[in-house]
């Protein structure tokens, strides 16, 4: 199956923004708003971020954002803290299954 | 609060199944969410097995539908997964989850995970 795209790692200074892109196609991303972010630390298990493209489950700060144009959704982290440094994986609903990008490091400078 | 623990072995043969069972805590199977079931090679990136909801619908992963099988046993607020035939491509930590009410293709509430190793 293929997975969404995702660049591989993004960086920012503290209080900076930094987004996170994720490609998809017209099968998956372009075409349902079921697209969910998770950050992940290292050894730990994923912790969902953003749901149904803007949509933040509680708890989650309003730092973190979520949108979509045609076949790519993003994921804005803004004011960015150092415990922002994680790994981020999207995620979309796709016919008959769920795909996950390919996973994006982000950095604290 | 609402917790998920899997367990069964961390290490299963070549060619055997893995079976592996998540138990729901703070909360009851039998609502208005998905299932889950995901799993995350050693330094790769995540994939979806499959998930279930209210026990009458079951969605796999098309790779990996002809070995999959996801099972809920209510009486004891479980859901299990059995892969039959593993290869070392099947080495990874496997998760369960749980969906928002109504599913959103997403996973709000995670095990702490377990690592199953393929090897003889």
């Not at chain 1, 993004?10 to 209080?15: I, Q």
């Not at chain 1, 923004?17 to 079921?34: A, E, F, P, R």
């Not at chain 2, 998905?34 to 790769?44: D, E, F, I, M, T």
Request: aromatic content about 10%.
């Amino acid at each position: 199956q293929s997975a969404l795209t995702q660049p591989p790692s993004a960086s920012g200074s503290p209080g900076q923004s930094v987004t996170i892109s994720c490609t998809g196609t017209s099968s998956d991303v372009g075409s349902y708003n079921y697209v969910s972010w998770y950050q992940q630390h290292a050894g730990k298990a994923p912790k969902l971020m953003i749901y149904e493209v803007t949509k933040r489950p509680s708890g989650v700060p309003d730092r973190f954002s979520g949108s979509k144009s045609g076949n790519t959704a993003s994921l804005t982290v803004s004011g960015l803290q150092a415990e922002d440094e994680a790994d981020y994986y999207c995620s979309s609903f796709a016919v008959g299954k769920e795909v996950f990008g390919t996973g994006t490091k982000v950095t604290v400078l | 609060q609402l917790q998920l623990q899997e367990s069964g072995p961390g290490l299963v043969k070549p060619s055997e199944t893995l079976s592996l069972t998540c138990t729901v805590s703070g909360g009851s199977i039998n609502s208005n969410h998905y299932w889950g079931w995901l799993r995350q090679p050693p330094g790769k990136g995540l994939e979806w097995i499959g998930s279930t909801y209210y026990s009458a619908n079951t969605y796999y992963n098309p790779s990996l539908k002809s070995r999959v099988t996801i099972s809920v046993d209510s009486s004891k607020n479980q859901f299990s997964l059995e892969l039959r035939s593993v290869t070392a491509a099947d080495t990874a930590v496997y998760y369960c989850a749980k969906s928002p009410p109504g599913g959103s293709a997403a996973y709000d509430y995670w095990g702490q995970g377990t690592l199953v190793t393929v090897s003889s």
